[in-house]
Each structure stands twice: as C-alpha cells, then as structure tokens.
C-alpha cells in the first residue's frame, strides 16, 4: 500500500529557509510523483507543487515559484521540498501525498499522505 | 477564500445520512475535472476517500459515496458512525489558474 514519513518539526527566523523530507516505503519510489501541499493555521488545504520520482520533472504553485525546489534521493527513496525567504505566512504543516502522475505532471488525486511536518516561522 | 467552497460544518446522529457539498466552476468542476475527496484527522495523515468523483480505494466502506452535477461535487455518508467525525475537503484542477485548488475543507460532527 505504501507509506511516507516526513521529518520533525522545525522552527525557523523570517528569512531562513527550511527543508522537510518525506520517505516513501513500501511501494516503487519512482513509479510515481510526490505532491506537497500545505495547510497554515485555521486555513484549508494549499497545493504547493510535484516532483517526479523517476527523472526529477517539476511542476510548481505559481505563487511558490522561485521560493521552492523540490528534489529526491532515489537511493533513500525519499523526497525533499525546501522553502527559502520564510514569512510568518509559511507558518504552516506540510504534507507530502504520493501522486499517481509518475514522470509528466497530470492533475490526479493523492492516494498516501505523510502525517505532516510542523514548520513555525517567527520575526 | 478557496476556489472550491465548502459548508464550513455539517452534523448528525449516529446512523443517520449527511452530505458535504463542494462548489466551483466553470473553470474547475464544471470544466470536467476530477473531484476527489479526502478525510482528515488533525494531526493525522489525511486519507483518500473517494477519486475520480465517485470511485472509492479499496478499504473505504461503501457508506462513502460521491457524486458529481454541473459546476457541483457532493460526498454523502450514510449509518453516520462517530468514528466519521473529522475534517473532510474536496479537490479538483482549475483551469483558468492553472493549479490545483481544494475545498476550505468541512468539520463533520457526529452528534
């Protein structure tokens, strides 16, 4: 069935960046994409972007362009999503999701998610 | 404000039915994109429930259904157990902001 784990909390100064990774086990790493997706306090779910497994192909939020890069280790089986400039809206926890869509991005839906990783930005 | 919209909150009694809508678009929903749908416990994995508008992954209990009119996606879950108490959001594509947006997400509470 498959099953992603995703690092601890971090907390970080305005400006800082930070890095968050998501271990795939249990299934073919790179048969499929890793989405990430977000949600800040009190606030609904924010797709961030996807990163195939098997040749590295990205495809990023808009909003997030030129603040975000998400990259993967296949020998780990494990994906990174690192954010750069922090605001005090990052503030938030990021979610992987493995994603159906293995090496060009097609909108699919997310089938195994991490449990989340805490990200605190602070002035 | 989320492209799609959600009912910030629905409630029931154990074994009766609820439904969750989600609205969009034009350029989201009503364009024909795939609305799926997710079950979260805070501090949880959020959990696949429905994909493709109305398919359920294995595992998922057949009280979950989901359906799909026009510009409008709905999940209604029926025997409503207090186990189904969580946060519940609709996902989908939109076109005209190329990204893909969710729902603002709806709390369902088991009375």
């Known amino acids: 069935q498959g099953q992603l784990v995703q690092s601890g909390t971090e907390v970080k100064k305005a400006g800082a960046s930070v890095k968050v990774s998501c271990k795939g086990s249990g299934y073919s790493f790179t048969s499929y994409g890793i989405s990430w997706v977000r949600q800040a306090p009190g606030q609904g779910l924010e797709w961030m972007g996807w990163?195939?497994?098997?040749?590295?192909?990205?495809n990023y939020a808009q909003k997030l362009q030129g603040r975000v890069t998400m990259t993967t280790d296949t020998s780990t089986s494990t994906a990174y999503m690192e954010l750069r400039s922090l605001r005090s809206d990052d503030t938030a926890v990021y979610y992987c999701?493995?994603?159906?869509?293995?090496?060009?991005?097609?909108?699919?839906?997310?089938?195994?998610w991490g449990k989340g990783t805490t990200v605190t930005v602070s002035s | 404000q989320s492209v799609l919209t959600q009912p910030p909150s629905v409630s029931g009694a154990p074994g009766q039915r609820v439904t969750i809508s989600c609205t969009g678009s034009?350029?989201?929903?009503?364009?024909?994109?795939?609305v799926h749908w997710y079950q979260h416990l805070p501090g949880t994995a959020p959990k696949l429930l429905i994909y493709?508008?109305?398919n359920r992954p294995s595992g998922v209990p057949d009280r979950f259904s989901g359906s799909k009119s026009g510009t409008s996606a709905s999940l209604a879950i029926t025997g409503l157990q207090a186990e189904d108490e969580a946060d519940y959001y609709c996902?989908?594509?939109?076109?005209?902001?190329?990204?893909?947006?969710f729902g603002g997400g709806t709390k369902l509470t088991v009375l």
């Open positions: 034009s350029s989201n929903i009503g364009a024909g994109y795939y």
């Open positions: 996902h989908s594509y939109d076109s005209s902001l190329s990204v893909v947006v």
């Open positions: 493709g508008n109305s």
């Open positions: 999701a493995r994603d159906p869509a293995g090496t060009t991005y097609s909108y699919n839906y997310l089938d195994v």
């Open positions: 990163i195939s497994a098997y040749n590295g192909n990205t």
